[in-house]
């Protein structure tokens, strides 16, 4: 039950987020949240046109609990239409948890290289959720993508 604010929060931003403007603004909103803060790109959907990887966007928020800091991350596909990206490779640093992460959802290949989602394709709309344990945040930032 303790989740359920983050999603009635992505659910509100994706509502306020719908606009048929196709030229999106690469303005960034930093929005609090109890004690929760996220970095939410001002990402408009596409009803026309490819994907690309504006259209892949990651949410990060620290989970309140005691002992080591845990961090929610969400990897969501944004794109309406167009091909659904796979391979989608993250920056990530030397990524690392005291809690274990399933390597199919998120693995760190290399430096700097973490994969998403096993490789397979991310669906339209598509979630990937885990969470972390570490005693700072990860800075995870879009690093490529296959799109068809």
Same mark, same amino acid.
């Given at each position: 039950? &303790?989740?359920?604010?983050?999603?009635?929060?992505?659910?509100?931003?994706?509502?306020?987020?719908?606009? /048929?403007?196709?030229?999106?603004?690469?303005?960034?909103? /930093?929005? #609090?949240?109890? *004690?929760?803060?996220?970095?939410?790109?001002?990402?408009?959907?596409?009803? /026309?046109?490819?994907?690309?990887?504006?259209?892949?966007?990651?949410?990060?928020?620290? *989970?309140? #609990?005691?002992?080591?800091?845990?961090?929610?991350?969400?990897?969501?596909? #944004?794109?309406?239409? &167009?091909?659904? $990206?796979?391979?989608?490779?993250? /920056?990530? &640093?030397?990524?690392?948890?005291?809690?274990?992460?399933? $390597?199919?959802?998120?693995?760190?290949?290399?430096?700097?290289?973490?994969?998403?989602?096993? &490789?397979?394709?991310?669906?339209?709309?598509?979630?990937?959720?885990?969470?972390?344990?570490?005693?700072?945040?990860?800075?995870?930032?879009?690093?490529?993508?296959?799109?068809?």
């Amino acid at each position: 039950m &303790g989740s359920c604010p983050l999603y009635i929060f992505y659910l509100m931003f994706i509502i306020m987020s719908c606009n /048929h403007n196709p030229a999106p603004s690469k303005k960034l909103r /930093h929005s #609090t949240y109890g *004690d929760t803060n996220l970095a939410i790109p001002n990402r408009k959907l596409l009803f /026309h046109g490819s994907c690309t990887n504006r259209d892949i966007s990651i949410f990060q928020s620290k *989970d309140i #609990t005691s002992g080591i800091p845990q961090y929610i991350v969400q990897i969501v596909n #944004t794109c309406v239409h &167009g091909c659904v $990206p796979s391979d989608i490779h993250l /920056h990530c &640093g030397w990524f690392a948890s005291a809690r274990i992460v399933n $390597p199919r959802t998120f693995k760190r290949v290399m430096y700097d290289d973490c994969l998403v989602n096993g &490789g397979k394709p991310l669906k339209t709309g598509q979630t990937i959720r885990f969470t972390y344990s570490n005693s700072f945040m990860y800075p995870l930032a879009f690093k490529s993508a296959k799109f068809c």
